[in-house]
Nanobody, 120 residues
Framework: QVQLVESGGGLVQAGGSLRLSCAFSSGYDMGWFRQVPGKSREFVSGITWNGGWIYYGNSVKGRFTLSRDNAKNTVYLQMNSLKSEDTAVYYC?????????????????WGQGTQVTVSS
């Protein structure tokens, strides 16, 4: 059983920063998605199991940075220059190497989600 534990969400003013963390089991590609009520889950960023490839959604490119520390079994999503439209529940997810990083349907394992609220 793969368990994912997220932390680091909260309330921040526009232009500020937050760092989300996700503790995971080793050997998986890791992704971050976000969701607001009434909308489908949006891909934010993903990183392959060995850190060799990192992907970003268009709306966060240049502002968010994803990294992983396999020694600590933790991935970090550094979010800078936050905007009100970044407000959402953020989910950490894990998958095997098969399938696109961008599609939430390829991720069988999900964390409980952490709320990020950006005030304008």
């Amino acid at each position: 059983q793969v368990q994912l534990v997220e932390s680091g969400g909260g309330l921040v003013q526009a232009g500020g920063s937050l760092r989300l963390s996700c503790a995971f089991s080793s050997g998986y590609d890791m992704g971050w998605f976000r969701q607001v009520p009434g909308k489908s889950r949006e891909f934010v960023s993903g990183i392959t199991w060995n850190g060799g490839w990192i992907y970003y959604g268009n709306s966060v490119k240049g502002r968010f940075t994803l990294s992983r520390d396999n020694a600590k079994n933790t991935v970090y999503l550094q979010m800078n220059s936050l905007k009100s439209e970044d407000t959402a529940v953020y989910y950490c997810a894990a998958k095997t190497a098969l399938g696109s990083m961008l599609s939430p349907s390829n991720y069988p394992y999900w964390g409980q989600g952490t709320q990020v609220t950006v005030s304008s």
